[in-house]
């Protein structure tokens, strides 16, 4: 009669894998975050069938209930003009030819993007609307 007792097998989980995985994933997380651009106001963009990017150097951003943001400083209406105008003579300073990237909501008065467009053109700058 065998009276011994079977060995049965130790369940684990191996960790050593996960360190690895969590390594990579801090990795991915800290490069996905400093791509984002703190400068941007949220808005609903139109959809756009192309993806095609701009060196940003002035940001205008108009929201929704038609508010104007340089940057993520927010600007009056009746200034926009010599506000953009100063940060283009100010981004002249750096660059040849700045660039202009007018950030508009779908429902924003496009007379006023293309006021934007205008002003940003008489001054030598290129100009570019951000189209998701």
């Known amino acids: 009669m065998n009276i011994r007792r079977k060995l049965r097998a130790h369940t684990e989980v191996h960790t050593g894998p996960l360190n690895d995985i969590l390594f990579i994933l801090l990795l991915f997380f800290l490069i996905t975050s400093t791509l984002a651009n703190p400068n941007l106001i949220k808005v609903n963009n139109p959809k756009g069938s192309k993806d095609t990017k701009a060196k940003q150097d002035?940001?205008?951003?108009?929201?929704?209930?038609?508010?104007?943001?340089?940057?993520?400083?927010?600007?009056?209406?009746?200034?926009?003009?010599?506000?953009?105008?100063?940060?283009?003579?100010?981004?002249?300073?750096?660059?040849?030819?700045?660039?202009?990237?007018?950030?508009?909501?779908?429902?924003?008065?496009?007379?006023?993007?293309?006021?934007?467009?205008?002003?940003a053109k008489q001054n030598g700058a290129k100009v570019a609307a951000l189209v998701k």
Do not use: C, L
């Not at 300073?93 to 700045?98: A, L, N």
């Open 58 to 119: 002035i940001i205008v951003s108009i929201d929704k209930d038609h508010n104007f943001f340089i940057g993520s400083s927010r600007v009056q209406g009746p200034m926009i003009d010599s506000m953009v105008k100063e940060h283009i003579i100010k981004a002249k300073q750096k660059v040849d030819t700045p660039s202009v990237v007018i950030n508009a909501d779908t429902i924003a008065y496009y007379g006023e993007v293309f006021r934007i467009m205008r002003i």
